[in-house]
């Protein structure tokens, strides 16, 4: 007998066969009703009470993987039959949550009460209750077929000799209590992480054990272990790579020449961040009769990281490269990462080259890709590319060897900037920005990162790349890889779209289904305006976001057919996929033999899987790095409190208006109880706030100057009070209410400035059984879409 994993292959627990899950549910789906234990014993005729054990084994894992439910009647049913709807449980800072199915569709309400006995991240059975008010369904949690597996990360309080654990997390609502034994040793206030051994009910919190202590809420870098410990990042080495590293020489061995293209003649250069340490692709660009010749040559990662290693292994686990402020997670070891798969200057290394021709207008006219050796001419910045460009004498002199490629580059971009135009790709110039650090590892300053002629000639060099790429795989009938895709706005947001630019007497056009050429002249129409920023945002906020998957149906952004990602298998998992992929096509076609190590054909169910992995991975990295961004911006207005900035309303809700303000791009919230003598009505439709008396309005865009009332670092929070506000037709919308407390906060209120806020106290639910590296910013944002 054997019994099955939740992707039914085989494992050996049982010396007798028992019938498959496929069986199983069979018999379930003929019956009228739910079917009992007994029942499959009979229809199988499973007379060995070895072979009773086993199917009892299965059908508990066909349960706890949502297949089948277990009813009241000790019978199983089928979960749709019984309108039971499989989903991962979403928390809210407020108590209630919501059930996010796992086949799609609207997020499930799940009311406070039902949110006792769950934890965000469990997956779960929800069956829907009704509707609310505003026609959105509401369910009740049936059962939770998968916990949360991840540890929860908090401050540790001592409250009346009881130890409690406040999630740092503001979706966990429950407080954990930690027994006097399970302390580690931990101080009050500190930051812990904890195992959850007892899991919370309607009547009683959950009980955990303290497992590690991170150390002093506000220790420089703290924001940075929270954020890898609740997002789950992995952060360690697994065993067995280091045997691995060993046997990776440190020079390129010989053989690892052979049947490789030789390019170390041509004067390849990369163009990076003054703080990249990574170098993973090199650009040249020479003018022809018709046109360009472009060289694109990334490094050859598929040549050290073979499939079905430990490596692979850890790189697939990690998905891609976090970048934190001064701070990376890579995917990669620094052997690699910085080293043998870093393209540094003057040096030999292995790479994969897109060599692409292009017309003299910017078309790509045709490309062909190969395994080559380099050897970098160059490390430049893209300071350095600008000011040269600008006419540097010093700099055009020291780096006269590359030159020519630099303005051949600029030349190339020009042309390939015109045909993105022609195609309406959206383009956004949103800001943002990096923190600089003190010698104390303290925030010395925000400045606003600018975006020139550099960044935009390495980008469009990466898209031309891209672009070859997936046309090459898709070329070829059976060896597949995956696409970066972007789907064109959903119905909903697009609606909130239309309606938030109808209050700023905007239109965009298209109708029903708005082409990429719609919102390219939308963005050319505000380009002047004040709140062009804004707008921007709220476009990108109705976007769908982009993943990746093995069809392809475009990238809507970029206004492309086919797209993907070659350039940065350094970083991203999915590109070192398509390398693969291209060596699997090149070793078909019989070209470069013994230049092809790590070719692989990956069949339709394995990349449908890496897909959906590479996706969720791209998108944990996001939120942990939003996640340090925003604690890092909260501790540093900590430092402004009793300040006062210019801003504009970034975003309206029924609770008050989030103000982002124009010095620092960071946003605060001013509380609806802030804004005056009135009562303040929220109008969803039209995405604003009006006073029932004064019919005064505050509405997205409005330019508002507010102080920093409040900072709340451990909920990431910055309360503001609202100064003065205008409409962006200068037309003034301050209460009248607030022109005292307006002429107050201009005199300045000293001795509220650079205090810090109060630590977290423990929540004031009963909790006894009773439910109630620092240095600039180092970003490797190149080719986000």
């Known amino acids: 007998m054997s019994e099955t994993n939740s992707n039914d292959q085989p494992t050996p627990n049982y010396e007798v066969e028992i019938p498959s899950r496929e069986a199983l549910l069979g018999l ?32 508990r894992a066909m349960e706890r993987d949502g297949q089948l439910v277990y009813t009241k009647a000790n019978s199983y049913g089928l979960p749709d039959r019984m309108q039971l709807i499989k989903g991962r449980i979403i928390g809210h800072r407020e108590g209630f949550g919501f059930c996010q199915p796992e086949e ?94 007892r899991r919370p009910n309607k009547r009683t919190s959950p009980i955990g054990e303290i497992t590690e202590i991170l150390g002093d809420h506000m220790a420089p870098g703290m924001e940075i272990e929270v954020a890898i410990r609740e997002h789950d990042i992995p952060n360690e080495w697994p065993e067995g790579l ?26 390849l250069i990369t163009i990076d961040g003054e703080d990249s340490r990574d170098f993973d692709d ?64 003057n040096v030999d290394r292995l790479c994969m080259v897109a060599e692409i021709e292009v017309g003299p207008r910017g078309k790509l006219k045709s490309s062909r890709f190969y395994p080559a050796v380099m050897n970098s001419h160059a490390r430049l910045t893209y300071t350095k590319v600008k000011q040269i460009l600008d006419g540097d004498t010093e700099l055009r002199e020291q780096y006269k060897d590359v030159l020519t490629n630099i303005e051949s580059l600029h030349s190339l971009y020009k042309a390939l900037a015109s045909v993105r ?94 082409t990429p050429t719609d919102f390219g002249k939308l963005l050319s129409e505000v380009q002047q305006r004040p709140d062009r920023e804004l707008i921007e945002t709220m476009l990108l906020r109705s976007m769908q976001q982009a993943v990746y998957q093995p069809d392809n149906t475009g990238h809507f952004g970029l206004a492309l057919k086919s797209y993907s990602h070659f350039t940065s298998p350094i970083r991203r998992y999915p590109d070192l996929i398509l390398h693969r992929a291209i060596k699997a096509i090149l070793k078909r076609k019989g070209e470069f033999k013994g230049a092809l190590t790590g070719a692989w054909a990956y069949d339709d169910t394995e990349l449908d899987d890496l897909g959906v992995h590479c996706s969720h991975t791209e998108r944990r990295a996001d939120d942990a790095t939003r996640q340090v961004d925003e604690w890092l911006k909260c501790e540093f207005m900590q430092d402004h409190i009793g300040s006062s900035f210019t801003g504009v309303i970034a975003a309206v809700t029924n609770f008050g208006l989030f103000v982002r303000l124009d010095e620092y791009q960071i946003d605060g919230l001013v509380h609806i109880s802030n804004l005056g003598d009135d009562y303040y009505q ?36 910055i309360d503001l009070e609202l100064l003065s506000a205008e409409s962006p037709t200068g037309k003034s919308r301050m209460p009248k209410g607030n022109k005292g407390q307006q002429r107050n906060a201009k005199k300045g209120d000293k001795n509220s400035r650079g205090k810090r806020s109060n630590k977290r106290k423990p929540s004031s639910k009963k909790t006894s059984g009773q439910k ?14």
């Open 28 to 59: 379930v789906q003929k019956h009228l009703k739910p079917v009992s234990f007994d029942e499959f014993v009979s229809h199988f005729k499973l007379g060995d009470e070895r072979q009773q054990v086993g199917i009892k084994r299965r059908l």
């Open 104 to 197: 799609g569709g609207g997020d499930i309400f799940i009311p406070h009460h039902q949110m006792y006995s769950v934890l965000h991240g469990d997956v779960v059975l929800v069956k829907v209750s009704g509707q609310d008010r505003k026609g959105k369904r509401e369910g009740r949690v049936v059962r939770v077929i998968e916990p949360r597996d991840n540890d929860i990360v908090g401050r540790y309080f001592v409250d009346h000799d009881m130890g409690i654990v406040v999630p740092d997390d503001s979706r966990i609502n429950q407080d954990i209590l930690i027994p006097n034994h399970a302390t580690a040793g931990a101080r009050h206030g500190q930051l812990v992480v904890v195992k959850i051994t």
């Open 242 to 267: 280091d045997q691995e590293l060993n046997k990776i020489a440190d020079e390129i061995p010989k053989q690892a020449y052979e049947g490789r293209i030789d390019l170390r003649e041509l004067p």
């Open 282 to 345: 090199a650009v040249l660009a020479m003018p022809e009769e018709s046109g360009w010749r472009l060289w694109v040559a990334i490094a050859d990662v598929s040549y050290y990281v073979k499939p079905n290693t430990v490596l692979d292994q850890e790189a697939w686990n990690r998905g891609n490269s976090v970048y934190f402020p001064n701070n990376v997670i890579p995917m990669l070891p620094e052997k690699l990462s910085n080293g043998l798969c870093s393209l540094n200057p």
């Open 421 to 514: 135009k022609k195609r309406s790709a959206i383009e956004f110039d949103t800001q943002e920005v990096r923190f600089i650090f003190n010698a104390e590892r303290k925030i010395e300053r925000i400045e606003p990162v600018k975006r020139h002629v550099a960044h935009k000639i390495i980008e469009e060099c990466m898209i031309a790349a891209n672009v070859e790429a997936a046309k090459l795989v898709e070329s070829v009938d059976d060896i597949n890889a995956l696409f970066r895709v972007h789907e064109p706005p959903a119905d909903e947001r697009l609606t909130n779209f239309r309606s938030f630019l109808g209050e700023l007497g905007l239109e965009l056009g298209g109708g029903e289904e708005p």
């Open 682 to 717: 929220f109008d969803n439709t039209k995405n604003m706030l009006v006073g029932e008396n004064s019919h005064r309005v505050f509405r997205l865009g409005d330019k508002v100057e507010v102080r920093v009332k409040q900072v709340n670092l451990d909920d990431r929070k």
């Open 772 to 785: 109630n590296s620092r240095g600039h910013s180092s970003s490797k944002g190149r080719n986000k879409s």
